[in-house]
């Protein structure tokens, strides 16, 4: 794990900061990307959205090998279920 290092930023009048490219360069950020801000214990953290996005599917990932479930064996299933989908008739709404 990388070394924790504190840096001092101002919190401008119209509530922006500027991240130092030290900073940008540690989470693999630049311009245009996003982040996702929370406060925890009074913190405030800042994680890259694309972070965020795949720590999600790592959590995705792990819930279906805990559940058994194969990436072939739900792809199998999605198919069915459309083929399914497609054959059902369209019911009017009243």
Sequence with gaps: MAEEKATDVVLR???QI???KEVCEELGIGPGDRLELSVESSTLVAKPKKAA???ALREIRDAFKR???TEDEL???GRRLRREAAKEPDVAQS
Excluded: C, M, N
Aim: aromatic content about 0%; proline content about 13%; cysteine-free.
């Design 67 to 69: 559940s058994g479930i």
């Design 53 to 55: 996005a795949l720590e």
């Design 13 to 15: 009048p119209k509530r």
């Design 18 to 20: 500027t991240l130092p």
């Design 75 to 77: 792809q199998k299933t």
